[in-house]
């Protein structure tokens, strides 16, 4: 019970001992500050710990060589060609990252993203370059056809609806070229339906059985991806991606979507956004208990630069504090922008 100095009953005679400005003890057993009263206490007991090699950085590449364009909505991050993917990918590992996650800029765009399979484009190139420079660093690849479709779509066309079957074989053949440039994981992130399935049994049949797939099994309609879509040049021409990407307010259809993949053979699944979506990556997590990767996406990133460039909040804490959250909430890997400044901050 807490008792104030002024509740004692008249006849306390206590009075005289304690110090008139003081409160008398509470009586409390529990007193959580205990555990909070000094660095190396607070330390013992906390529950998240972030490590650099959770973190996987996504880079964008482009045709050419020695470009490296800034992203105007996403400052830090560049459009780079092959050799300017690898120079970032070296400075990432130096960081302490060890996986990135490569975004193709081909320079010739079509109705069906034909570029996405050919083997010189800049995410195979980057891959082989990857692979061959940098051994210890795992190669993922996005498999998607919006940066390669000329209408900006992620999958082929029949007036303004997109396919789903045809753009499943379409992935397929990426898929493949991507693992024999030599990628470690492919992650699609078209989310057409059966695509993880496909993709699987398309890769085992030319032999890469020992190549994993990430998917994007939750991948939600956000207005968090403007500024990748700068960043990849992938903004539909018309209309929008909301007869493939899931609906916000859903999280049955979530789970839903993130057993079929697992079912498909999915060996990582991928929640996309990530802040706005933690409660997601909880459900996913515990329902499954499969490795699970939360997606800091483009918008994420690009709201704490800006606040952070206005002085409005300290970014290197809100970096942090946004990674904590989405590895508290479940996530066993996190797709950041921010990998390289969260893994020098981490060391
Ligand atoms: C599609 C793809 C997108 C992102 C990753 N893969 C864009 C989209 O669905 O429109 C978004 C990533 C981000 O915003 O950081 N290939």
């Not at 509740?7 to 007193?31: F, K, M, N």
């Not at 010739?108 to 420079?133: C, F, L, M, N, Y």
Request: charged residues 25%; negative net charge; contains cysteine.
């Amino acid at each position: 019970m807490i008792v104030t100095k002024d509740e004692r009953p008249a006849h306390d005679t206590s009075e005289a001992q304690v110090p008139t400005d003081e409160p008398v003890g509470l009586g409390l057993i529990h007193r959580p500050r205990r555990l909070r009263s000094t660095a190396g206490i607070r330390a013992l007991v906390q529950e998240t710990r972030l490590s650099a090699d959770m973190l996987v950085y996504p880079l964008f590449v482009c045709e050419g060589t020695g470009v490296r364009r800034e992203v105007s909505s996403m400052p830090g991050v560049h459009q780079l060609s092959v050799d300017e993917a690898v120079r970032e990918t070296r400075a990432a590992r130096d960081d302490g990252v060890r996986a990135v996650l490569l975004f193709g800029l081909p320079a010739h765009k079509d109705e069906t993203g034909s570029s996405a399979v050919d083997p010189a484009a800049p995410v195979q190139s980057a891959t082989r370059a990857i692979r061959d420079q940098l051994d210890d660093m795992t190669v993922i690849t996005d498999v998607c056809l919006c940066e390669y479709t000329s209408h900006g779509h992620c999958g082929i066309l029949e007036g303004e609806r997109i396919l789903n079957d045809v753009t499943v074989s379409h992935l397929v053949e990426t898929a493949i070229s991507h693992a024999v440039a030599g990628a470690h994981i492919v992650a699609p992130s078209d989310m057409m339906d059966g695509r993880v399935g496909a993709i699987r049994r398309g890769l085992d049949a030319r032999g890469f059985e020992g190549v994993a797939i990430m998917s994007y099994a939750a991948k939600y309609c956000s207005a968090f991806y403007s500024p990748f879509r700068e960043a990849g040049d992938s903004a539909p021409a018309f209309g929008d991606r909301r007869s493939h990407q899931m609906d916000p307010a859903n999280v049955e259809e979530a789970l839903r979507e993130v057993k079929l993949d697992l079912d498909e053979g999915a060996d990582i699944v991928i929640v996309k956004p990530a802040m706005p979506y933690l409660d997601v990556i909880r459900r996913v997590k515990s329902t499954f208990h499969h490795p699970t990767a939360g997606y800091q996406v483009s918008g994420e990133y690009a709201m704490l630069k800006a606040a952070g460039r206005l002085g409005w909040i300290e970014e290197p804490r809100a970096m942090l504090e946004s990674l904590t959250a989405i590895h508290r909430a479940g996530a066993d890997i996190i797709i950041t922008y921010y990998a390289r400044e969260a893994a020098r901050a981490l060391v």
